[in-house]
Structure formats: structure tokens, C-alpha cells
């Protein structure tokens, strides 16, 4: 899936970009988690797709903080797939739907997949345990 963002997205709508695998925003683009400012956690996965996409700190101020993070700020920190002009998100998110290079159908699920695998961060033990994981993507 493929999220074009113009304008704001808070809350659960930015949550749900962030389940998409690529993000396509205008340069005049805002994503805010506002929760914080009433006291909530984000509770659609949001919270933990964040860290991963952009770092514990950033991710820190955006939740806790009640931070806004525009566009172009989110392209360069790699939440972003790409930045257009305001107003050309729709137009580029199909653009890049469209391209010939897109892949079947099958690929997408099972990289996803993959990507929420969770991976060893130490050598197994000899009795074959493992002693913590971490997410490879």
C-alpha cells in the first residue's frame, strides 16, 4: 500500500500511513501524535512502527512530546519515501503504483513478513535457546 499525505495527518490517520509500506508527502505535509497532550499512548501499532521507521529519540518526541514533524524533515530522518509539491502526493503515490518495475503481488506480503520476523541478537546457547530478539527491519 501506498500512503499520499498533503496537509496534516494525526493520530490514527498517521498511524495508518505508517502501515503502508511506502509514504509519499507534500512539502507542506505535518504528522502529529497528539495523544500525549491528553494523556493516551498511540494504540494502533503506530508507537512501534515509528521507532522503527525513524529512531527511539525521534519517535520520543513525537509521542511524548506532542511534536509535528513536516515533510521534508520526515523524508530526510527516512519516514518519507518521497517528497513532492504540495498537492502532487495523490498524483506521484499513482505515479508510483504505476512504475514497471512494480512488483507481483506475492512479494510485498512476504518481505512484510519477513520484516516482522523477529531475529536472534546473540549466538544461540548450546541447549539451542536464544537470549533476547530484536526485529531485522
Not at 506532542?66 to 509539491?85: C, D, F, N, Y
Not at 506480503?109 to 520476523?117: D, F, G, H, Q
Not at 546457547?125 to 530484536?134: E, Y
Amino acid at each position: 500500500m501506498i500512503a499520499a499525505v498533503d496537509g496534516m495527518t494525526a493520530g490514527g490517520g498517521f498511524e495508518l500511513a505508517l502501515s503502508c509500506a511506502f509514504l509519499v508527502a507534500g512539502d507542506g505535509a505535518r504528522f502529529v501524535m497528539p495523544e500525549a497532550k491528553v494523556g493516551l499512548v498511540p494504540g494502533s501499532g503506530g508507537s512501534s512502527r515509528l521507532v522503527r521507521y525513524v529512531g527511539l529519540v525521534r519517535a520520543n518526541e513525537l509521542v511524548m512530546l506532542g511534536g509535528t514533524l513536516r515533510g521534508p524533515r520526515a523524508e530526510q530522518i527516512g519516514l518519507v519515501t518521497e517528497v513532492v509539491e504540495t498537492g502532487g502526493a495523490l498524483a506521484a503515490a499513482r505515479a508510483m503504483a504505476g512504475r514497471p518495475g512494480a512488483v507481483a503481488p506475492p512479494l510485498p506480503s512476504a518481505w512484510r513478513s519477513l520484516c516482522s520476523t523477529p531475529a536472534p541478537t546473540s549466538m544461540p546457547k548450546q541447549t539451542g535457546g536464544l537470549s533476547a530478539s530484536a526485529r531485522v527491519c
